[in-house]
T-cell receptor, first 116, second 111 residues
């Protein structure tokens, strides 16, 4: 079946540094990918919609200059957390459409970011 | 997208059917009902979706009421590996349309 690969699965970084998370669709092309964030014991919160070849669309309250999204090809979207702080520590998950409009989306396995 | 209401938690005995309800009383005619689950520290996994007819696949069955204001996800023979948070989402089926997750139901399968 369709697979979305996310890398890295875990990352620890120091405050003030930037971290890049990759999301790849392995056996299909994804013109649209989505990025979510999930804090402990909470639900997934949509951060932004990533469109291949154009600027991402951010949800209200999400800082676009802090969470840089690049979707340069049909199989790769990246999320860069810039100048990370401890409050950015979270579980980040990407997803992509499987194809026809009523199909569900497939999700990556997530990236656990810890900022120390 | 319409809002959904799910019980925060449920228990189910191993081997028995797990019936997870979802209320979506404000669903509109072009919105589908989707079910996902999330096992701890993993990405959500697609289970099933439907518009108005009942649906069944290898994982589960989806029963949608005639007025479409509620639905039930049925796991016919729950196993310990089915312990997860189950999310019911309603969404207009459109490529590029986002999935907005509610709080879901935490299902615990008990040995």
């Amino acid at each position: 079946g369709a697979v979305v690969s996310q890398h890295p699965s875990r990352v620890i970084c120091k405050s003030g540094t930037s971290v890049k998370i990759e999301c790849r669709s392995l056996d299909f092309q994804a013109t649209t990918m989505f990025w979510y964030r999930q804090f402990p014991k909470q639900s997934l919160m949509l951060m932004a919609t990533s469109n291949e070849g154009s600027k991402a669309t951010y949800e209200q309250g999400v800082e676009k200059d802090k969470f840089l999204i690049n979707h340069a090809s049909l199989t790769l979207s990246t999320l860069t957390v810039t100048s990370a702080h401890p409050e950015d520590s979270s579980f980040y998950i990407c997803s992509a459409s499987l194809g026809p409009s009523d199909y569900g989306y497939t999700f990556g396995s997530g990236t656990r970011l810890t900022v120390v | 997208d319409a809002k959904t209401t799910q019980p925060p938690s449920m228990d189910c005995a191993e081997g028995r059917a797990a019936n997870l309800p979802c209320n979506h009383s404000t669903i509109s005619g072009n919105e589908y009902v989707y079910w996902y689950r999330q096992i701890h520290s993993q990405g959500p996994q697609y289970i099933i979706h439907g518009l108005k007819n009942n649906e069944t696949n290898e994982m589960a069955s989806l029963i949608i009421t005639e007025d479409r204001k509620s639905s039930t996800l049925i796991l016919p023979h729950a196993t310990l590996r089915d312990t997860a948070v189950y999310y019911c989402i309603v969404r207009v089926a459109n490529t590029g349309n986002q999935f907005y997750f509610g709080t879901g139901t935490s299902l615990t399968v008990i040995p």
